[in-house]
């Protein structure tokens, strides 16, 4: 496989409103839950809960979801391809690696995310879910943008209230 590894960002309007942060690592998508979603600002920590894998597929998927974890909504807020920035003594840490020893640095190449992004493992909570996510000061910095309150998909154009009113799937 060849082609850059992708990441998504999904807009998940369930019982709670979140942002599903996924990378792409080894065919299949390393999720993490930001309640707060991502911030454009390098003095900006947010926590990010790490979940389940999903399958690769998933990267595109918005709708409206009945069942299951409970009902919800989701768009694609944010879409591209990532290129892995993890160093260890001055050579690459393959992604897998980084997430299993609890840092890696990935620059996104999205529409709204570009630029380096560092997650981190943390104690908080006891059970190793815990990462903190931040922004690298790089171009892709942004003080100033409250980058959370752009609303739409950056595939469709929809809202997460756009889709409560179409057929769950
Ligand atoms: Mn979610």
Redesign the pocket.
Known sequence: MTARPVFTV?R?H?STL?F?LRLEVDGVLV?W?VPKGPSLDPAVKRLAVK?GDHDLDHATYEGRHAGG?GP?T?IVWDTGTLTNLTRRDGAEVPLADAVATGHLKVALHGHRLTGAFALTRTAWGGDGSSWILVKIDDEGADPTRDVTAELTSVLSGRTNTDLETVEPD
């Open positions: 999904q998940h369930a979140h599903d999720s839950a979940v974890r919800g989701k």
